[in-house]
């Protein structure tokens, strides 16, 4: 039987290509309106990015959208972005730019397989089923003859599924694993029901933040879909552009990128507003999935205490709770939300360096990593508030 011809291409703008046709291999699930597995890889919101000027010129996101198709059908795509810098990937690789430069290398521009921004996992190779071993090769072959092609550093896939770190790895890209703190949902049917699941002095904190985060003075709002207006995203960009300022020194996301959420993403989102006095203090930006509720953005103008963890953790959680979600995964970092019942989980990437000597040296230090990242995920998990034999049963 003769192999039919794969035809790779690199396209600039989404505009290139029809929205129905990127969704197809991205939320295949969705096409009868059910929520994608991940909204993040599908095409209004990576269309948002790109329209808003959130990736392209001046952003060090240049958009390289690879596509596979055969016999003029659309069988992959993938999000690909040409690097010229490290920011907005949460996993670091600035260690390895520095010392491949030191090294009289040029690590940039390099290629991204990713969501810009957005440290959720969720697959990076997008193939319309039927042809997955197929679109999974073509893409990972296409994306690295790509990088060889134009003599470019490296080639990196971040917050991937495990599958597709499984089949990257056996398709000779380094395999790295890190990890972030998810809450998972065990059936409770309210917030009581998670509460029971910990250890008493657990518990008990956990009410004492929720008490003192509920008596800031003001009342807490949970927005989703059409009950989403303009004011509310004029509120929380001053919230966005102060955490921005203070963790990346500029945001990444532009003020259009909330206009045009407003008018095709309001679905897929939950935005929790605390109001005092007539004023918007602080919120937190959600996004739903078919199985999970991604916590992304926070930001205040007033410091109350408590109201951190009640906005971003707990508010979430009771969203999770009341939309039948399995769990919530709440960004990169953050050891402090282990106390508050989010545990640590693996995430996963791969990577592929065009020097084979340098290759060499990061395939050692990912081998030590990963061992290093699992008793870390085993001792975390060991501190967690959980009754140790829910710990138990989680294992």
């Known amino acids: 039987m003769?192999?039919?011809?794969?035809?790779?291409?690199?396209?600039?703008?989404?505009?290139?290509?029809?929205a129905s046709d990127w969704d197809a291999c991205a939320c295949p699930e969705a096409a009868?309106?059910?929520?994608?597995?991940?909204?993040?890889?599908?095409?209004?919101?990576?269309?948002?990015?790109?329209?808003?000027?959130?990736?392209?010129?001046?952003?060090?996101?240049q958009p390289q959208y690879l596509t596979a198709r055969i016999e003029g059908?659309?069988?992959?795509?993938?999000?690909?972005?040409?690097?010229?810098?490290?920011?907005?990937?949460?996993?670091?690789?600035?260690?390895?730019?520095?010392?491949?430069?030191?090294?009289?290398?040029?690590?940039?521009?390099?290629?991204?397989?990713?969501?810009?921004?957005?440290?959720?996992?969720?697959?990076?190779?997008?193939?319309?089923?039927?042809?997955?071993?197929?679109?999974?090769?073509?893409?990972?072959?296409?994306?690295?003859?790509?990088?060889?092609?134009?003599?470019?550093?490296?080639?990196?896939?971040?917050?991937?599924?495990?599958?597709e770190a499984t089949r990257g790895a056996a398709m000779g890209l380094m395999l790295r694993k890190t990890q972030q703190f998810h809450w998972q949902n065990d059936g409770y049917v309210?917030?009581?029901?998670?509460l029971a699941s910990l250890s008493s002095r657990k518990r008990k904190n956990i009410r004492k933040e929720r008490a003192r985060a509920q008596a800031f003075g003001g009342t807490i709002h949970t927005f989703t879909g059409d009950a989403l207006e303009p004011e509310h995203w004029d509120a929380f960009w001053h919230f966005y552009q102060d955490t921005g300022a203070r963790k990346w020194g500029t945001p990444y996301l532009t003020r259009r990128f909330f206009d045009i959420a407003q008018e095709t993403l309001r679905d897929d989102m939950a935005l929790v507003l605390a109001e005092r006095n007539g004023r918007w203090v602080a919120g937190a930006l959600n996004f739903f999935?078919?199985?999970?509720?991604?916590?992304?953005?926070?930001?205040?103008?007033?410091?109350?205490?408590?109201?951190?963890?009640?906005?971003?953790?707990?508010?979430?959680?009771?969203?999770?709770?009341?939309?039948g979600l399995a769990?919530?995964?709440?960004?990169?970092?953050?050891?402090h939300k282990l106390a508050r019942g989010y545990l640590p989980q693996p995430t996963w990437s791969l990577h592929w360096v065009n020097d084979a000597g340098f290759a060499k040296a990061i395939g050692d230090y990912l081998e030590a990593e990963r061992a290093a990242?699992?008793?870390?995920?085993?001792?975390?998990?060991?501190?967690?508030?959980?009754?140790?034999?829910?710990?138990?049963?989680?294992?």
């Open 2 to 18: 003769q192999e039919q011809e794969i035809e790779i291409r690199v396209l600039p703008s989404l505009h290139d290509i029809d």
């Open 32 to 61: 009868d309106g059910a929520r994608p597995m991940d909204p993040f890889t599908t095409y209004r919101f990576l269309r948002a990015l790109e329209d808003s000027g959130s990736v392209g010129t001046g952003t060090g996101w």
């Open 73 to 163: 059908q659309l069988i992959a795509v993938a999000p690909m972005y040409a690097k010229s810098h490290s920011q907005g990937e949460y996993i670091f690789d600035h260690n390895w730019a520095h010392a491949y430069e030191r090294a009289g290398g040029r690590y940039y521009p390099k290629l991204q397989i990713a969501v810009p921004h957005t440290p959720a996992t969720g697959r990076r190779l997008l193939v319309r089923p039927g042809f997955e071993e197929t679109g999974t090769a073509a893409l990972i072959q296409g994306a690295v003859q790509l990088a060889e092609n134009n003599r470019l550093s490296s080639l990196h896939l971040t917050f991937c599924t495990e599958e």
């Open 190 to 194: 309210d917030f009581d029901g998670f």
């Open 289 to 323: 999935g078919a199985e999970a509720l991604y916590g992304r953005y926070w930001g205040c103008t007033e410091h109350h205490p408590c109201l951190h963890f009640e906005l971003c953790y707990y508010r979430a959680i009771d969203i999770a709770i009341a939309d």
């Open 327 to 335: 769990r919530v995964e709440a960004g990169a970092q953050g050891e």
């Open 373 to 395: 990242i699992d008793e870390e995920i085993t001792v975390l998990t060991e501190y967690g508030p959980f009754k140790r034999a829910e710990i138990e049963e989680q294992e």
